[in-house]
């Protein structure tokens, strides 16, 4: 099965960017939707964007709508989040994860996408 | 405020059943979109445990089950053992929310 592993996180000041990326141990990565998800220290899980396989379809969430990119480069296997204009309420653990249909009763179906797997995340911090 | 409802903890002693509820509203599960459940264990990242809300993905005991009725869905842990404490989150999809994918706030199972 796939891997996923994230790097890039770390403490950076409130307004300051950072570049989190996500490598995919197989060259299947091309063929998945894949999705970036955070959760704050002892809270819950945030879905924060989403991507297709040829980057034809790009979402965000409202509360990073504006200040995040993502993206991603097949030839690498890699998945991409540019995060800018930081605030201190993005802190957080940031995943990546594959997002794909399921199938059900013998039917198969798009929405909602079932996140699996997931990397280990990588911890962002936004402080002064 | 998570736009699905979980309680945010529950309890039960070894071998016993605890059910976990998600409660969402007509522009998610009641629109009838499937809830899908994630255990994430201590300092580790969430992983599948039940798809498309009933079915349990390779390896998943079957000691875990899913249903959803109306804007609900439910997790059930039957046999409850230790290594079952973990949070647990519902997730689904809202179309009154631009590309949204929704989680619930998660719960957190203690075995007593």
């Known amino acids: 099965e796939v891997q996923l592993v994230e790097s890039g996180g770390g403490l950076v000041k409130p307004g300051g960017s950072l570049r989190l990326s996500c490598a995919a141990s197989e060259s299947t990565f091309s063929t998945f939707t894949m999705n970036w998800v955070r959760q704050a220290p002892g809270k819950g899980l945030e879905w924060v964007s989403s991507i297709s396989r040829s980057s034809n379809y790009i979402y965000y969430a409202d509360s990073v709508k504006g200040r995040f990119t993502i993206s991603r480069d097949n030839a690498k296997n890699s998945l991409f989040l540019q995060m800018n204009s930081l605030r201190a309420e993005d802190t957080a653990v940031y995943y990546c994860a594959r997002g794909e249909g399921y199938c059900r009763g013998g039917s198969c179906y798009s929405y909602p996408p079932q996140f699996d797997p997931w990397g280990q995340g990588t911890l962002v911090t936004v402080s002064s | ?112």
């Open chain 2, 1 to 112: 405020q998570s736009v699905l409802t979980q309680p945010p903890s529950v309890s039960g002693a070894p071998g016993q059943r605890v059910t976990i509820s998600c409660t969402g509203s007509s522009s998610n599960i009641g629109a009838a979109y499937d809830v899908h459940w994630y255990q994430q264990l201590p300092g580790t990242a969430p992983k599948l445990l039940i798809s498309g809300s009933s079915n349990r993905p390779s390896g998943v005991p079957d000691r875990f089950s899913g249903s959803k009725s109306g804007t609900s869905a439910s997790l059930a842990i039957t046999g409850l053992q230790a290594e079952d404490e973990a949070h647990y989150y519902c997730q689904s999809y809202d179309n009154s929310l631009s590309g949204s994918v929704v989680f619930g706030g998660g719960t957190k199972l203690t075995v007593l």
